[in-house]
């Protein structure tokens, strides 16, 4: 059974870190690019950050700077490290992934409360 899931979601004030990770199971890891993405509420759906099949990562112009996403193919695990979070960082966070070939193929965890604030 295919499964992504979340975990590490938090509230925390502004300035403040935060790591987020993702666990998957059932399927090849290796042969999937993994992302996250974020949805604020009242907002649509937004591309956080990637990293490859081949550690290649990229960012949205948004969390450039301050967010590093990581894989660990032995662990099958992606993760998400925040820093400098602001309230505008403050959404729903999910697990993303897509087959480096067959963009078809993809799946989403159910996501993680990420609240920046005061």
């Known amino acids: 059974q295919v499964q992504l899931v979340e975990s590490g979601g938090d509230l925390v004030q502004p300035g403040g870190s935060l790591r987020l990770s993702c666990g998957a199971f059932?399927?090849?890891?290796?042969?999937?690019?993994m992302s996250w993405y974020r949805q604020a509420p009242g907002k649509d759906r937004e591309f956080v950050a990637v990293?490859?099949?081949?550690?290649?990562?990229g960012y949205a112009d948004s969390v450039k700077g301050r967010f590093t996403v990581s894989r660990d193919n032995g662990k099958n695990t992606v993760s998400l490290q925040m820093t400098s979070l602001k309230a505008a960082d403050t959404a729903v966070y999910y697990c993303?992934?897509?087959?480096?070939?067959?963009?078809?193929?993809?799946?989403w965890g159910q996501g993680t409360q990420v609240t920046v604030s005061s």
């Open positions: 993303n992934a897509r087959h480096y070939l067959n963009t078809n193929s993809a799946y």
């Open positions: 059932g399927f090849t890891f290796g042969l999937y690019d």
């Open positions: 990293v490859n099949i081949n550690q290649i990562t």
